[in-house]
């Protein structure tokens, strides 16, 4: 049964698509089986795996014009498949408008394929709207990135209030997986008050990995590649590798529990 984890937050620039393709990327290095969905309209998990031709994407998931199996693609990077996005995912918030129980079209629509992966990964868009909705609603746990810079707070308490309004319609069983920090710089004083006080309002909830700022993580993206692939002992691919077995670990415990 496949562990399904959203990567939210409204704000955007912190980092959720790039913590969604090299967390995925990583745990398949790790020999898990990863399914990657772009719920985010500007498709960059898309392009960032290096997938150029789509047929069908999560539009058409969540519409239900076609089966899940018809939207999963197949990466370059091992054990890595995703559905991807497209720029008509914009529309499916006004098609769905209408529809009954329409807050469940993805978790619906995943069902079929949950025992095929050992995780899922969703990136979800920078918004609040119903395409977020749908992918929290399908999430057993959510990671949010958080930027170590000074608006980093700002926008975390609306997106809390969402995750606590999800648990109460439609998801009871969705936790915080953890709370991530991005874009850190050891030499900037401001980057680490953030780490501070992140730490300090949300104890156990923050990942103890930090990812720092990189040139090789932000170069990845535009060859179409993981971090891990384009540049496997960069910081970055060392530190997405970090995440990704402190996310094995946790939800080793859990099962255990």
């Known amino acids: 049964m496949a562990k399904i984890i959203g990567i939210a937050n409204q704000k955007g620039g912190v980092g959720k698509t790039t913590t969604a393709v090299n967390l995925a990327a990583a745990l398949g290095v790790l020999e898990k089986r990863v399914l990657i969905i772009d719920a985010d309209p500007q498709a960059n998990a898309t392009s960032g795996l290096g997938i150029d031709d789509v047929d069908y994407s999560v539009y058409d998931l969540l519409i239900g014009s076609q089966k899940v199996e018809e939207c999963i693609h197949h990466t370059t990077t091992p054990n890595l498949d995703i559905i991807p996005s497209h720029i008509d995912l914009v529309a499916a918030e006004i098609e769905l408008v209408d529809k009954d129980r329409r807050e469940f079209m993805l978790k619906n629509a995943l069902v079929s394929i949950e025992d095929k992966y050992d995780y899922v990964i969703i990136d979800c868009a920078p918004s609040l709207g119903l395409i977020t909705i749908n992918a ?74 930090i990812i720092s700022r990189n040139v090789r993580l932000s170069e990845a993206p535009s060859f179409g590649e993981s971090i891990l692939k384009y540049d496997a002992d960069s910081k970055g691919a060392i530190q997405y590798l970090q995440l990704a077995e402190e996310v094995l670990v946790r939800n080793t415990k859990i099962q255990e529990n």
């Open 136 to 209: 929290l609603t399908a999430a057993n746990s959510v990671i949010v990135p958080i930027q170590c810079e000074y608006y980093a707070l700002e926008g975390l308490g609306k997106l809390l209030n969402t995750i606590k309004n999800v648990q109460n319609t439609y998801n009871p069983n969705l936790d915080i997986e953890g709370l991530l920090l991005t874009m850190y710089n050891n030499r900037l004083r401001l980057s680490n008050q953030v780490v501070e006080e992140v730490n300090m309002h949300f104890p156990d909830m923050v990942f103890e990995t």
